[in-house]
């Protein structure tokens, strides 16, 4: 347990209202539902949301308290944005971004664009959060991966995700090429729409078979392509974690990992694998203080704070706009 202040909170509120101003503002058609109904209410959306990210914040400053907010906070997230589509596809087109509808599985970010041959609004949204936070997308801003989250509830300390590079990989190859494939011979938008349905199927069973029983989080750490991209390209940005000389190898930590990254040879590395998303839920795990979080040449408390900052502002920022 650690003293709570309001610093965090302050931090969090002021960059949230900042960012959802700036769209409010730029943005000709509005893009905070409030407004789309009533002029001017948007504002009122936007202090509430900002609020909200304070409230978040408030709460997952003591790293005992990580894996429930996140839990809570990333289901709340994925509830409202299919709420949304489903009112939406119900006829009350306020609730959809732009009318373009696309299925709503994080596939489609890679697929969509090579299918079609141009980049789609979600796609430029998921790069900047993985400039901007390195690996968040897949802890606390993916609409899919919550329920991955909900799924893997429960702890275990087995390693059980063997071959987990080599699958990952094979996988993303395929949906590049199958996208690529499906441009080159011009199939139409309803059979690649059929296709990528089951794709996402496919996902959801994973979700539901594997990672209930296994109690890791298979699907995004082994099936998605966009997790793929997201272990890669995370590194853009300079946020890191890593294990410190006072770690006595306990393995408590690999009980909260959810993501496989915490295994016998990733601790005795001093550093999480490649899978780890800088969730925080370890954190919890460690009674020895030893898992850092690393952010050039901050203190590893300071490069917490500021991850948290960062990536819970997002989080409120996104909840205020991520719809279909
Ligand atoms: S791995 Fe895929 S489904 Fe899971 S959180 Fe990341 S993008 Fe979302
Ligand atoms: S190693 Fe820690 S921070 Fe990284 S994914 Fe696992 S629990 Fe989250």
Redesign the pocket.
């Known amino acids: 347990m650690i003293k709570k202040n309001y610093i965090l909170p302050f931090f969090v509120f002021t960059l949230t209202f900042i960012l959802l101003s700036f769209v409010q503002i730029k943005v000709a058609r509005p893009m905070i539902l409030a407004e789309r109904f009533v002029k001017g209410a948007g504002w009122i959306e936007i202090f509430i949301v900002a609020c909200y990210g304070a409230f978040v914040v408030f709460k997952m400053q003591d790293p005992g308290n990580v894996p429930k907010w996140r839990k809570i906070s990333w289901t709340l997230f994925s509830i409202i944005f299919f709420s949304q589509l489903v009112i939406g596809l119900a006829g009350f087109d306020k609730f959809l971004m732009s009318g373009k509808l696309h299925l709503p599985i994080p596939m489609m970010i890679l697929g969509g664009p090579i299918y079609r041959g141009q980049l789609s609004v979600m796609t430029i949204l998921f790069l900047s959060t993985v400039v901007l936070t390195g690996p968040a997308w897949c802890?606390q801003l993916c609409y899919f991966g919550a329920f991955d989250n909900l799924a893997s509830g429960g702890k275990t300390s087995k390693e059980i995700l063997r071959y987990k590079g080599a699958i990952k990989t094979t996988i993303l190859a395929l949906v590049i090429t199958m996208a690529l494939v499906l441009r080159w011979f011009n199939v139409p938008l309803f059979t690649s729409t059929l296709i990528a349905a089951g794709f996402g199927i496919t996902g959801i069973s994973i979700m539901i078979i594997f990672s209930l029983k296994k109690k890791k989080m298979v699907h995004c750490v082994m099936y998605c392509p966009i997790g793929t991209i997201v272990n890669v390209f995370k590194n853009v940005n300079p946020f890191r974690?890593y294990i410190d000389q006072s770690c006595n190898l306990c393995m408590n930590?690999t009980k909260?990992?959810?993501?496989?990254?915490?295994n016998t040879i990733?601790i005795k590395n001093s550093k999480?694998?490649i899978?780890?998303?800088?969730?925080?839920?370890?954190?919890a795990?460690c009674h020895h203080n030893s898992?850092k979080y690393k952010f050039l040449k901050m203190k590893p408390e300071n490069a917490r704070k500021l991850y948290l900052i960062l990536t819970i502002s997002l989080h409120a920022a996104c909840l205020a706009m991520a719809r279909i």
């Not at 909260?256 to 915490?262: E, G, H, R, T, W």
């Open positions: 802890s974690m930590c909260f990992c959810k993501y496989d990254a915490l990733d999480p694998s899978t780890c998303t800088l969730c925080g839920d370890c954190l795990g898992i």
